[in-house]
């Protein structure tokens, strides 16, 4: 069974780089037409989709956050990061990892990790 | 961006009771569509796929239905376990986007 799991940096400070990493178990990066995602939930509030890396390594960000981005994968180590620069207390949040299906489940947010809560503070 | 508009934002409801939740796409979305369960302090969880599928392992009691751009969550049968949060998702265009939840609360 496929499983997620958040790791990084649970305070940021404001204008520094938020790190998080996913590692992958029960499953592959690298395997069949898979899409990694980030999406992120601040305390209290909805959903909002951050990006994603796709098996072949190509991205996808939401526009809104596009500047300031990226999202990467390592097979050797079967994970997937998240770096997301200038930070202010608007992106204090949930940060989840996802996969998303593919064929009758193309972006359908199948499996989600337990979630991380960053912090943006001083 | 597609906007995603949930009602209503919350409920009240008691066990046994039937709930519906509507979703309505800001544009043509075909079946597109997918809704999820959160419960508090945990992440989201797949219940329905392309608007009306049952994910494995989700109870019949729970349903969906809909096209282009409304759709609808239908939960026959209240149970206790059933109290939390449910989002919809188009999954139409690359990104993303939720509705912004609706909270079912025990009356």
């Known amino acids: 069974q496929l499983q997620l799991q958040e790791s990084g940096s649970r305070l940021v400070k404001p204008s520094h780089t938020l790190s998080l990493t996913c590692a992958v178990s029960?499953?592959?990066?690298?395997?069949?037409?898979?899409?990694w995602s980030w999406i992120r939930q601040p305390p209290g509030k909805g959903l909002e989709w951050i990006g994603y890396i796709y098996h072949s390594g190509s991205t996808y960000y939401n526009p809104s956050l596009k500047s300031r981005v990226t999202i990467s994968v390592d097979m050797s180590k079967n994970h997937f990061s998240l770096n997301l620069t200038s930070v202010t207390a608007a992106d204090t949040a949930v940060y989840y990892c996802?996969?998303?299906?593919?064929?009758?489940?193309?972006?359908?947010?199948?499996?989600w990790g337990q979630g991380t809560l960053v912090t943006v503070s001083s | 961006d597609i906007q995603m508009t949930q009602s209503p934002s919350s409920l009240s409801a008691s066990v046994g009771d039937s709930v519906t939740i509507t979703c309505r796409a800001s544009?043509?979305?075909?079946?597109?569509l997918n809704w999820y369960q959160q419960k508090f302090g945990k992440a989201p969880q797949l219940l329905i796929y392309?608007?009306?599928n049952l994910q494995s392992g989700v109870p019949s009691r729970f349903s969906g239905s809909g096209s282009e751009t409304d759709f609808t969550l239908t939960i026959n049968g209240l149970q206790p376990e059933d109290f939390a949060t449910y989002y919809c998702q188009q999954s139409y265009v690359t990104l993303a986007t939720f509705g912004q939840g609706t909270k079912v609360e025990i009356k």
């Open positions: 996802a996969r998303e299906g593919y064929g009758d489940y193309d972006g359908v947010i199948e499996t």
């Open positions: 544009e043509s979305i075909g079946t597109f």
């Open positions: 029960g499953g592959s990066v690298s395997s069949g037409a898979y899409s």
């Open positions: 392309a608007a009306s």
